[in-house]
């Protein structure tokens, strides 16, 4: 069993097939002590590449400026995009750009009104809604 899968049946739901081998990736790096260090490291890492606004937009309130997938490659580097890919099973180009389209989404449900969660990340998402962030 996954973490999505933990963190679905904590919401009452599964994550999409598609999505789900990615969030499995990303999540435990998202994790304290993992690999980004937190959503406040993988903001770091996004204002640490110059894309500070688009990361801003993104924990604000209005809305949410998309990611390039190459984006994604700048700000998390070429080796955590190698690792995430070979841990979801997929291509570097697909994780780029599902990460692409997921990052923004992710972040953005995880700092409701502009603030960023604290504590258990799992607590923080109770109530998410997965499918609104893996386009489906």
Known sequence: MGLMDIVGGLLGRKAPK?????????????????AIGGLG??????TGAGLGNKANSWVGTGANEPL?????????????????ARDAG??????KSGLAG???GLVDKMSPGG?????????????FDLGSILGK
């Open 115 to 127: 603030n960023l969660p604290t504590g258990n990340i799992a607590k923080s998402l109770k109530g």
């Open 90 to 95: 997929v291509s570097r180009d697909e994780a």
């Open 41 to 46: 490291g993988l903001l770091g890492k996004f």
């Open 18 to 34: 598609s999505g789900n081998a990615l969030l499995d990736s990303l999540m435990p790096m998202l994790l304290k002590g993992g």
């Open 68 to 84: 390039d997938p190459d984006e994604v490659e700048q700000a998390l580097g070429a080796d955590q995009v190698d690792r995430i």
């Open 102 to 104: 997921m990052i923004p």
